[in-house]
């Protein structure tokens, strides 16, 4: 799902993806994602993208949503918060940047949202 402003640009996008296609068992757990454009936040649209979105994830036979969110951002963690999503766990050291000479790593939260 994306939302564009008049001129076509696009302010936002939100995608769910099967959390895995090795089982059966797990048809029913989507993993989300969003982008807002950094200039457009705070204007409601990932609010927007999310109700179309879940709609859609429920059609499409989704029970469960996942995503994981990096510890550093905490403008995502709000959102996902304000939708609902609860924090399972978090994934320690889950995200590497190259920076400098070296590595830096950043934690992700793990979050959960039954539609």
Same mark, same amino acid.
Do not use: C
């Given at each position: ?18 959390? =895995? %296609?090795?089982? $059966? /068992?797990?048809?029913?757990? +989507?993993?989300? !994602? ?6 457009? &936040? @705070? #204007? ?26 990096? =510890? %550093?951002?905490? $403008? /995502?963690?709000?959102?996902? +918060?304000?939708? !609902? ?6 994934? &320690? @050291? #889950? ?21």
């Amino acid at each position: 799902m994306d939302l564009a402003a008049p001129t076509g640009r696009v302010l936002g996008l939100q995608d769910i993806a099967p959390y =895995a %296609d090795y089982s $059966a /068992a797990l048809d029913h757990v +989507g993993v989300v !994602g969003t982008f807002v454009d950094l200039a457009q &936040r @705070r #204007q409601g649209i990932g609010r927007r993208l999310a109700q179309a979105t879940f709609a859609a994830a429920r059609d499409a036979g989704y029970e469960k949503l996942f995503a994981s969110i990096r =510890a %550093d951002n905490p $403008a /995502a963690q709000r959102y996902y +918060g304000s939708l !609902g999503f609860t924090t399972i766990g978090i994934a &320690r @050291r #889950q995200a590497r940047f190259r920076q400098g000479d070296g590595w830096r790593y950043v934690d992700e939260i793990l979050v959960e949202l039954w539609l």
